[in-house]
T-cell receptor, first 115, second 110 residues
Framework: GAVVSQHPSWVICKSGTSVKIECRSL??????MFWYRQFPKQSLMLMAT?????????EQGVEKDKFLINHASLTLSTLTVTSAHPEDSSFYIC???????????FGSGTRLTVV | DQQVKQNSPSLSVQEGRISILNCDYT??????FLWYKKYPAEGPTFLIS?????DKNEDGRFTVFLNKSAKHLSLHIVPSQPGDSAVYFC?????????FGDGTTLTVKP
């Protein structure tokens, strides 16, 4: 089945630094990937849609200069949290549509803690 | 305005019984509905989906029902097993972008 690999699974960084999260489709090509964020005990919130070879589409309220998305190839999308602050601490998850078109395969998520 | 709602934050059932998880939506443009299962600190796992042109889809112990007129869908798990204990999210998709409910924590007691 379709597999989406997300790295790192967890990261702790200092305020003001930047963190890059990678999302790879291992056995299929994904022209579109989605980035979500989940706060504790809350739902997944769509942050942006990542399109291969073009600019990402950000949801309302998401700062595009803070959450940089690069989808440089058909198997890799990256999310960079720039100048991270403690309020950016969250669980970030990517997804891509699976080969069978049944649904969206999710990465395992990245737990970001900014101290 | 929350477009996808799961009004029950938690549900507890006995092993072997049926679990029914409910979800309501408001946007009539949604054309695809999905259920996911999620364990703590992991990404959601796809369970089952249904197109808006259908009213029922079954996969093993999991059945999803869609009532478009009521803008309501439900997930039935029968028989429920302790391993089914997790958070279940419903999601509604419009042109590929999914909107998620807040989730329902299912606990299946042995």
């Amino acid at each position: 089945g379709a597999v989406v690999s997300q790295h790192p699974s967890w990261v702790i960084c200092k305020s003001g630094t930047s963190v890059k999260i990678e999302c790879r489709s291992l056995d299929f090509q994904a022209t579109t990937m989605f980035w979500y964020r989940q706060f504790p005990k809350q739902s997944l919130m769509l942050m942006a849609t990542s399109n291969e070879g073009s600019k990402a589409t950000y949801e309302q309220g998401v700062e595009k200069d803070k959450f940089l998305i690069n989808h440089a190839s058909l198997t890799l999308s990256t999310l960079t949290v720039t100048s991270a602050h403690p309020e950016d601490s969250s669980f970030y998850i990517c997804s891509a549509r699976d080969l069978q078109g049944r649904g969206y395969t999710f990465g395992s998520g990245t737990r970001l803690t900014v101290v | 305005d929350q477009q996808v709602k799961q009004n029950s934050p938690s549900l507890s059932v006995q092993e072997g019984r049926i679990s029914i998880l409910n979800c309501d939506y408001t946007n009539s443009m949604f054309d695809y509905f999905l259920w996911y299962k999620k364990y703590p600190a992991e990404g959601p796992t796809f369970l089952i989906s249904i197109s808006s042109i259908k009213d029922k889809n079954e996969d093993g112990r999991f059945t999803v029902f869609l009532n478009k007129s009521a803008k309501h869908l439900s997930l039935h798990i029968v028989p429920s097993q302790p391993g089914d204990s997790a958070v279940y999210f419903c999601a509604a998709s419009d042109a590929g972008k999914s909107t998620f409910g807040d989730g329902t924590t299912l606990t299946v007691k042995p």
